[in-house]
């Protein structure tokens, strides 16, 4: 998040472009991301028990 403000902060004319991806793209993936990675860990205990 510090790098887009700092991004931001360099390109004043991308500063909302910027911010709104980056927020948007840490939100989804915090929501994705422990999904996947529980679905991943389950898996590779399911493969390993064969």
Same mark, same amino acid.
């Given at each position: 998040?510090?790098?887009a403000?700092v ?5 004043p004319?991308? !500063?909302? &472009?910027l911010?709104?991806v980056v927020i948007?793209?840490?939100i ?9 990675? !529980?679905? &991943?860990?389950?898996?590779a205990?399911?493969a390993?028990g064969?």
């Amino acid at each position: 998040m510090i790098m887009a403000l700092v991004a931001a902060n360099q390109f004043p004319e991308y !500063r909302q &472009t910027l911010l709104s991806v980056v927020i948007s793209t840490t939100i989804f993936f915090e929501i994705i991301g422990p999904t996947f990675t !529980r679905k &991943t860990i389950r898996a590779a205990q399911h493969a390993e028990g064969d």
